[in-house]
């Protein structure tokens, strides 16, 4: 069967735990197809961000041409957009997009804004032009924004969009308009392994919505798929700092037992 596309457009980590990389593997586990236009390469590892080059902005366009003029994407996932005129085209051609084929008929493709403004780490990931830029241009185009509690308190409301909001220990809150908020509880996993978690959490929501799922139901199972891929890595000693969340699943690592060791 023809799987969903969901198109991430964010930015590369070399480690492997956050951004592009995040969001294409937990697309690849859960059935759909991933697209993935490049923001901004930054130069990381698991304690820190050492540097943030955007991609040019015409690149980024012609990306984004060049994916939604081609293959039928249901929902567009954003992670790190690094500029404002980024976040501006982006929204533009958002607005113009259609979904051609696929479950979901001839509508624009849904939008899950992961707005990444400060890294785990606590580093900075988008200056105060950025910030403007999503509340102008993208934030009233969601259907779904996944700030933590500090982004949500800089994004503010008043945008239209659902949000859902995660993090600082509490269950994540799914607010829609003109609804009683809905608490999303998840098991909590004492781990520090967990470099990536805001982009596999936001890409699991993008990918359950894309095969179907409403909101509310994506939101629970994108909150399990997390604290389970965060259980998996746990006990693994990767990096000198923050390790990355898992993004293979135990039994993938039962299938190659041995072949490594
Ligand atoms: N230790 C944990 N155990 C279970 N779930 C967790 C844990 N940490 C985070 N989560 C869940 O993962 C999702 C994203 O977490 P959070 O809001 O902390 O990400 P973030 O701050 O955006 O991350 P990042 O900045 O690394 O991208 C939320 O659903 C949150 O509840
Ligand atoms: C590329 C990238 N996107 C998002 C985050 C947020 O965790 C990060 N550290 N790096």
Redesign the pocket.
């Given at each position: 069967m023809t799987p969903p596309v969901v198109l991430a457009v964010a930015a590369t980590d070399p480690g492997g735990g956050?951004g592009l990389a995040a969001d294409l593997a937990t697309f690849a586990a859960l059935g759909v197809h991933g697209g993935c236009v490049v923001t901004a390469i930054t130069v990381q590892d698991t304690r820190g961000v050492h540097g943030i080059h955007p991609v040019p902005a015409d690149v980024v366009a012609a990306q984004l041409d060049a994916v939604l003029g081609d293959l039928p994407v249901a929902v567009i996932k954003t992670g790190m957009l690094a500029t404002p005129e980024a976040v501006r085209l982006l929204a533009e051609r958002v607005v113009l997009a259609r979904v051609t084929s696929g479950s979901r008929g001839q509508g624009r493709p849904l939008l899950v804004v992961d707005p990444?403004l400060?890294?785990?780490t606590g580093a900075t990931l988008a200056d105060a032009a950025v910030v403007a830029a999503y509340r102008e241009h993208l934030l009233p185009l969601a259907t779904v924004v996944t700030p933590?509690a500090d982004e949500d308190a800089v994004l503010g409301r008043g945008h239209g969009a659902a949000v859902l909001r995660?993090?600082s220990g509490a269950p994540?809150v799914l607010h829609r308009p003109g609804r009683e908020p809905l608490d999303i509880p998840?098991?909590?996993?004492a781990?520090t392994n967990?470099?990536?978690?805001?982009?596999t959490?936001a890409s699991a929501l993008a990918a359950y919505l894309a095969l179907g799922h409403d909101l509310a139901t994506a939101a629970h199972r994108a909150?399990d798929f997390?604290?389970r891929r965060?259980a998996t890595s746990s006990t693994w000693d990767l990096g000198r700092g923050r390790g990355p969340i898992a993004h293979i699943s135990t039994s993938s690592m039962t299938e190659t037992e041995g072949v490594t060791a």
């Open positions: 956050a990444v400060r890294a785990t933590n995660t993090g994540d998840h098991a909590r996993v781990t967990d470099h990536g978690t805001g982009c959490h909150a997390t604290s965060l």
